[in-house]
């Protein structure tokens, strides 16, 4: 029994550990996300709208889709002026997840005036240095799934910017729970990554 206890103890131990800069990015970044529809957010420079998967035809997945949505409804709302597309312009399977993010965005009725797209957001991280290098952005209300957010607004935090989060309706399904559990990892690489910047700066 005794031996079981402590067998449990470590395990416990180890998924604490495994978990902190996720539990680190949720505990910090709490208050300042929220559904896209209804949250109390500030304005801001732009919503980034954070790229994900396309299909061979073009159409955005059914998470990309909600990513534009909620994008679209901080600026219905008057919170952004600008949709900031980002991900990448040629994927694993060659395709652009910003065309799509874009042709979504207009049929949704936003200008093409009021839409950037940055087909160098290959990665998260890069997204966030997109935004504040290349377009000068100070704050911004990223737009991803929920379990995403977390990770998101710290790496935008953590390269200057001033983040909110914006979520769509949250899915209860199968892609939802892999992402969650894809999280702790992505949020230990986001962590050396955000260590390693401020070592070399």
């Known amino acids: 029994m005794a031996h079981l206890l402590a067998v449990s103890a470590r395990l416990l131990a180890l998924g604490a550990l495994a978990a902190a800069p996720q539990l680190y990015a949720r505990v910090t970044t709490h208050r300042d996300r929220g559904p896209a529809a209804t949250g109390a957010f500030r304005p801001a420079d732009a919503a980034l709208v954070l790229g994900a998967r396309?299909?061979?035809?073009?159409?955005?997945?059914?998470?990309?889709?909600?990513?534009?949505?909620?994008?679209?409804?901080?600026?219905?709302?008057?919170?952004?002026?600008?949709?900031?597309?980002?991900?990448?312009?040629?994927?694993?399977?060659?395709?652009?997840?910003?065309?799509?993010?874009?042709?979504?965005?207009?049929?949704?009725?936003?200008?093409?005036?009021?839409?950037?797209?940055?087909?160098?957001?290959?990665?998260?991280?890069?997204?966030?240095?997109?935004?504040?290098?290349?377009?000068?952005?100070?704050s911004v209300i990223v737009c991803s799934q929920e379990f995403h957010l977390p990770r998101a607004m710290w790496l935008c935090r953590s390269v200057g910017l001033v983040p909110q989060g914006a979520h769509p309706p949250v899915l209860v399904r199968e892609h939802t729970a892999f992402g969650h559990a894809r999280e702790v990892p992505a949020s230990w690489k986001a962590a050396i990554e955000i260590v390693r910047d401020r070592v070399q700066g």
């Open 54 to 138: 396309v299909w061979e035809d073009g159409r955005p997945s059914l998470f990309l889709r909600q990513r534009v949505e909620a994008g679209v409804a901080l600026y219905q709302r008057g919170l952004v002026p600008t949709l900031v597309l980002t991900g990448a312009g040629r994927n694993r399977e060659g395709l652009d997840e910003t065309a799509a993010m874009e042709r979504t965005a207009l049929d949704l009725g936003v200008p093409a005036r009021d839409l950037v797209r940055d087909p160098s957001g290959h990665d998260t991280r890069a997204s966030a240095l997109n935004a504040r290098d290349a377009l000068g952005l100070a």
